[in-house]
């Protein structure tokens, strides 16, 4: 049975919107339950964490907000930049320029042990074309961005005077409350028939019936939120923690991240929990549009996955908090 998590005597689902951002909720303080022992095995053990209080915003940062923070500031994202072959020695010439991944959908059956064969490092994709060169977000203002790296997120909330969340202020929030649940929303998949996340119904990756409505991304709060006032905290896009990756047990089925797609070695920053890794990872959360009941069961609140920090692709966004008592304004 779901149980409350021993949270601290704070209101709840307070709410302002703060002239530098979106819609923002107190999220309390409390002891939970983080992780499961029930799923995939980089999810265990569960254990008791304790978070203190924190603001969180309501929904992931979206188009129409991303392009407000570049037209301030001409801020201009990884996937955007030319590379510099001196970061990746030994990388082919063809991968250098601008690009991002891309999901790309097999007309066969594939070997779901390989997640290569629906991924594709596409030149020209990033978050203004987020399915490559061809594409726009004309009609996508209020879709999560996407095609974001680690330290685009991070410029993103610097500039909001904002963090990312750590991995378990994020899955305290995800849980809205409910203490070992299995979902965001509580233990049953879909209350009533009822789609309570966007995510991959049908056969992954050949087929998606889109019985939730949406093939790839969907606009920010289109489900019920969960018990703290958050949406999106499954499903839509994985999102990103300020937390290195530290390995709980063997990722047995890395479905959603590309390792650097350019190859060669690049270390800006030195992971250190893993300074032997070429490429530092860090936390991402929440599962994505991609995930599926045969394949990528993470739109769950313990799942977790690692991200290398160079690499953004088509179902990565985030969202931000705030520490302080006082939201900026």
Not at 59 to 71: L, M, P, Q, S
Not at 87 to 104: C, I, Q
Not at 120 to 133: C, E, I, T
Not at 278 to 299: E, F, H, Q, T
């Amino acid at each position: 049975m779901t149980k409350r998590a021993d949270a601290e005597r704070t209101p709840i689902g307070s709410s302002l919107t703060p002239s530098t951002g979106p819609e923002t909720v107190w999220i309390p303080g409390g002891t939970f339950l983080m992780g499961s022992d029930r799923h995939y095995p980089e999810e265990a053990p569960a254990h008791k964490v304790k978070v203190t209080g924190f603001w969180m915003d309501v929904c992931t940062v979206t188009n129409r907000e991303f392009a407000a923070f570049v037209e301030a500031t001409g801020y201009v994202t990884l996937a955007e930049r030319p590379v510099d072959p001196k970061d990746y020695p030994g990388a082919k010439p063809d991968m250098l320029a601008p690009a991002s991944v891309v999901f790309s959908k097999p007309r066969t059956r594939v070997d779901l042990r390989n997640h290569y064969n629906w991924w594709a490092y596409l030149r020209g994709a990033n978050w203004r074309h987020p399915h490559g060169p061809g594409s726009s977000i004309e009609r996508l203002h209020d879709h999560p961005v996407v095609h974001v790296a680690y330290e685009d997120a991070e410029a993103y909330a610097t500039w909001a005077r904002k963090e990312l969340p750590t991995e378990a202020e994020w899955e305290f929030a995800a849980r809205g409350g409910l203490d070992a649940a299995e979902y965001v929303w509580g233990d049953e998949w879909a209350p009533g028939g009822r789609p309570m996340a966007n995510t991959w119904q049908g056969e992954f990756p050949l087929q998606n019936l889109c019985e939730d409505g949406y093939e790839t991304t969907a606009p920010v709060a289109s489900y019920p939120a969960n018990g703290y006032g958050l949406y999106d905290m499954a499903g839509n896009v994985w999102q990103w923690t300020s937390d290195w990756y530290q390995d709980h047990g063997k990722i047995d089925s890395p479905c959603c991240t590309i390792s650097n797609p350019r190859g060669g070695d690049q270390a800006d920053s030195i992971d250190p929990l893993q300074p032997h890794l070429k490429i530092p990872r860090r936390v991402m959360k929440g599962g994505s549009y991609l995930c599926a009941a045969n394949y990528c069961r993470r739109y769950r609140p313990a799942a977790r996955m690692a991200q290398p920090v160079d690499t953004s692709t088509c179902h990565v966004g985030f969202r931000c908090i705030t520490r302080s008592a006082t939201l900026p304004g």
